[in-house]
Every structure is written in structure tokens, then in C-alpha cells.
């Protein structure tokens, strides 16, 4: 069977970082190496941990932007060669924040290493707008799937990372990646996040007049 670029796609809690834990455990469980990775740049679970809402939790490689990662990978392939294993999947938490080139470069790694790729990770920012990892991995996976949740409205599935600031008003301006988790994003539909954007407009022309 050909290796494949998987991208599993879904907004803020809706347990993909469960879903990842759970299959590299099922992976392990039956004797498959695994390579697990997440970007540096998130910061929330400490050096080197995945955490998931649920508590499952597990050690994994953090990798910076700078990272080649078809080298790193064939490294670390090459070593559990010469230990006469064989590497059969990487699995990425937080793949929204690769660049474009290391996306690349992990279909490099299904393609000429013939090891399966398993990203995890958010579509948009809290503008709806996709992050460059995620736009590049749209283009080149094999297989996407979004994993779903149902916004609080209870009509909707989530769609929106809408972001706060501590006084609870929804922000609508400021940089893509701002690293945080409850305590300043919540996942509601698209109806929701515009209906919560026109509040905020309203109360501003509100103290304006």
C-alpha cells in the first residue's frame, strides 16, 4: 500500500489532540514506530508535551521552523534502520503552524520514504482566515478529514477560533498566531462568531455617538 499525507482538520476542542494521543497509543500498542512532532511555537503543554483536554498526555520531538524535516525524518528513520526497525508513521500535532516549505517537505517523506504523514491541526484563525501550514496541506494531502464539534448556539458545527481579550469582548484585529487556549479562544459557528462581531461594532458606534 502507498504512503499517504493525512490532514485531520477541526476547530479549538474538538479533540483532535484526543484523537492523535489515542492513535499513537493504538500504534504503539501493536509494536508500529512512530515518529510524533509539534511545532515549538506552541508553548501551552510545556517543552516537548502533547496534552489533550481529556488529560491524555505523551512526550513528543518539538521542531522549529528552521527544521528540515524529509532530513529529520530520514535520520531518525535511518537510526531505527540500523537497529533493523522500521519506521511506518509520523504523526504532527499543531500543523497549522508549519510553514508552507515544511509541509513540502513532508510530502517529500511520504513520497521518496515511503512513511505515512498524519497532521493534526486548526483550518483558520480567529479571523477565518487559513494559516499558511494548513492552506499548503489542502493543497498536497492525500486524505483530509474535518473533525467536527457542535457550537454552543446547538444549531451549528464550529467553525471559528473566535479570540477574547480578559474582558470577554471578542477580538477582531491583531496577529495570526497568538498562543492560548480557554482563557482566550472559544470554536463557535460562523453565524455565531459574525453575530458576536457586529455586537462589538454596534457597542463601539454606541460610545462613538
Not at 510545556?46 to 530520514?74: H, P, V
Request: with cysteine; net charge negative; glycine share 6%.
Amino acid at each position: 500500500m502507498d504512503s499517504k499525507l493525512y490532514f485531520y482538520h477541526g476547530p479549538m476542542g474538538s479533540s483532535k489532540s484526543a484523537r492523535l494521543l489515542t492513535t499513537a497509543y493504538d500504534f504503539e500498542e501493536k509494536g508500529i514506530q512512530i515518529m510524533v512532532l509539534k511545532p515549538s511555537l506552541d508553548t501551552r503543554d510545556g517543552e516537548g508535551i502533547i496534552r489533550s483536554r481529556t488529560s491524555l498526555e505523551r512526550k513528543c520531538i518539538m521542531i522549529d521552523k528552521e527544521i528540515n524535516l524529509y532530513k529529520a525524518i530520514k535520520a531518525y528513520k535511518n537510526v531505527l534502520a540500523s537497529q533493523f526497525e522500521t519506521l511506518k508513521w509520523v504523526i504532527i500535532d499543531e500543523c497549522q503552524f508549519l510553514t508552507e516549505e515544511q509541509v513540502d517537505q513532508l510530502s517529500d517523506v511520504v513520497d521518496f520514504l515511503d512513511v505515512n504523514v498524519m497532521c493534526f491541526g486548526l483550518r483558520t484563525d480567529f479571523q477565518s482566515h487559513l494559516f499558511p501550514g494548513s492552506k499548503r496541506l489542502f493543497e498536497l494531502a492525500d486524505d483530509i478529514e474535518e473533525i467536527k464539534s457542535t457550537c454552543e448556539c446547538g444549531e451549528r458545527k464550529t467553525s471559528i477560533n473566535a479570540r477574547f481579550d480578559e474582558d470577554g469582548e471578542i477580538v477582531t484585529e491583531g496577529s495570526q498566531v497568538e498562543i492560548g487556549g480557554n482563557d482566550k479562544y472559544k470554536a463557535v459557528c460562523r453565524k455565531c462568531w459574525k453575530n458576536k462581531v457586529r455586537d462589538k461594532l454596534l457597542k463601539e458606534n454606541e460610545t462613538l455617538n
